[in-house]
Each structure stands twice: as structure tokens, then as C-alpha cells.
């Protein structure tokens, strides 16, 4: 199973770009890459998900190098309202495991 | 319609109670899920319906009951609990369960047992 490893926390100041990577060194050829986003006493939204290369909505950009071991979700100019917790999940094609299992995440700290 | 409700939003239940949390999607959605998660850790998975049918059950304890009624409805039944089963009850739907592409969250429930 494809394990993901983020940062537990970062901190960022207002109107900033904030760039969360996730490591998925075991990622599988059909394999997904999601991110999702969480607030406090709410259930997660998706945010974006990509299989290679760059892909951007209206909320963020999701990088994907060549070899897919790793991944960035890229938030441009960030608000107080992105404090939240962020989670990359990898899987879903053939093998929805890894899409149902949440690690830790990162804690996005966003200051006036 | 892109949601998933749930209710109720808050429960108080005692250890020798009986309670049922509801949820429901219109968005003809064939897999629904339920997750637990305690105070600053993921949502971890419960149980997974695909096609009204239990599809994975994470061993969780028997005091937890699922029940899919119909394609739109997922209840989750509560007998029993304990005190260290308060936590936030997240329901989730996704077009199918494989391909898993996209899950939509409800807004959850928080339980307390006393």
C-alpha cells in the first residue's frame, strides 16, 4: 500500500503562497493523488486530485513530478479562512485502501 | 445537489442507551462510509457500503450497528457505548467504491457518552 508522509505543521502569514508536499515513494501505476481539506468540526473537502504533471482549480495547483514519488499542493495567497488541516491520499483506480485511510496530515496555520 | 446531511448534529447518550445517527445523500451516489474521528487525528474508516451491501466492516466493535435502508440512506445504530467512543461520526458517499475517485464528507456528528 502506497504510504504518504507530510509535514505535521506549518505556519504561514496572509497573501503568502504556501506549498504542502506529500512523499508517496510506494505509489502504484494506476494510482490517484487527492488532497483534501479540513476544518475544525466539519467533515473534509476535496480540494484536488491529479495523476501526473500539474493540474489547477480554483482553489489550488497540485504538482506532480515525472517519477510521482512525491506531490505539492500549492495554495496562492492564502487567507485566514485556509487555517486547516490538509490530507494527500494516494490510491482509488483499482485499490480504494489507501483512499479510505487518512494519515496525520498537515496542520496549516495561516496569521494575520 | 452535492451534499451529504446528517443527523443529529450533536448526541448526549448514556453507556445503557440506544441511539441511531442518520445520514443521507441525493446524488445518486452507489458507495456510502462511515469514519470516526477523535479530537486532532484523521477520520478513521468504520464501515464501507457499496450497492446497499456491506462491502468492508474495519472490526469494529458490535456495539456499532450499519444499516443501508436504501441507496440514499446510511444509519449507524448505537447500543452499549463507552465513554471512549465520543468522537465526531463522519459520513461520506462517492459515486462508486471502485473506482474511488472522490468522497463527499457530511458535516458529521458529535457524540458524547456519559
Known amino acids: 500500500l502506497a504510504k504518504t508522509t507530510q509535514p505535521i505543521s506549518m505556519d504561514s502569514y496572509e497573501g503568502q503562497e504556501v506549498n504542502i508536499t506529500c512523499s508517496h515513494n510506494n505509489i502504484a501505476t494506476n494510482d490517484y493523488i487527492t488532497w483534501y481539506q479540513q476544518f475544525p468540526s466539519q467533515g473534509p473537502r476535496f480540494i484536488i486530485q491529479g495523476y501526473k504533471t500539474k493540474v489547477t482549480n480554483e482553489v489550488a495547483s497540485l504538482f506532480i513530478p515525472a517519477d510521482r514519488k512525491s506531490s505539492t499542493l500549492s495554495l496562492p495567497r492564502v487567507s485566514l479562512s485556509d487555517t486547516a488541516v490538509y490530507y494527500c491520499?494516494?490510491?482509488?483506480?483499482?485499490?480504494?485502501?489507501?483512499?479510505?485511510?487518512f494519515g496525520g496530515g498537515t496542520r496549516l496555520m495561516v496569521k494575520p | 445537489d452535492t451534499e451529504v446531511t446528517q443527523t443529529p448534529k450533536h448526541l448526549v447518550m448514556g453507556m445503557t442507551n440506544k441511539k441511531s445517527l442518520k445520514c443521507e445523500q441525493h446524488?445518486?451516489?452507489?458507495?456510502m462510509y462511515w469514519y470516526k474521528q477523535k479530537a486532532k487525528k484523521p477520520p478513521e474508516l468504520m464501515f464501507v457500503?457499496?450497492?446497499?451491501?456491506?462491502?468492508i466492516n474495519e472490526s469494529v466493535p458490535s456495539r456499532f450497528s450499519p444499516e443501508c435502508p436504501n441507496s440514499s440512506l446510511l444509519n449507524l445504530h448505537l447500543h452499549a457505548l463507552q465513554p471512549e467512543d465520543s468522537a465526531l461520526y463522519l459520513c461520506a458517499s462517492s459515486q462508486d467504491f471502485l473506482p474511488l475517485y472522490e468522497q463527499y464528507f457530511g458535516p458529521g456528528t458529535r457524540l458524547t457518552v456519559t
Open positions: 457500503y457499496s450497492y446497499e451491501k456491506l462491502s
Open positions: 446524488m445518486g451516489h452507489r458507495a
Open positions: 491520499l494516494v490510491g482509488g483506480a483499482d485499490n480504494a485502501g489507501n483512499m479510505l485511510t
